[in-house]
């Protein structure tokens, strides 16, 4: 029977003990990423795998299905598939809700030019996208127009969260 869990992970121990893993993939994407990576690391058979192992599972595989709620700027038609972030990891990038698109050719050669042809990134818009940047602030930066393009803005509780991946 597939893992289905009713309510959020809170840790129980280590670096972030009383935190749910639904918050942390937001805050700190790659700190959760490798936690998973050494779950997964002990290769356990399924029905052996431990409750945060499953949890993990399913987090990982409900933030990779999550879209955008909003619309391509340039066709309107389409929901917005990627974001554009301009500049480097020593300089900081750029980046905004409106520097998106869908996955149309069309609507692609549009964000470029608006970028001035100049495009450092052109990435999914999804959580596992953050590993792009280096720097916290680039990170924070992408994370807040994510959390924006999928109706999560303002203070998140750990109950929300859990519900938006839920609801996916
Ligand atoms: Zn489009």
Redesign the pocket.
Known sequence: MAYEPLGPYVLGSGKKAGQAVELIIFHDYPWLKSLYNKQKRKKVPEERKNRLHLHLDWLMNKADKAKPLML?P?????KIELISALGSDKYGFSMGTKFS??L?A??KQNLLSWAGGGASLIIPAKIFSVSHFKKRADQKKFIKILRHLYGLEGKLSKEAAFAFFKNI
């Not at 340039?74 to 389409?78: D, F, I, M």
């Open positions: 391509c340039h066709c309107g038609q389409k698109c869908c149309e069309q609507c």
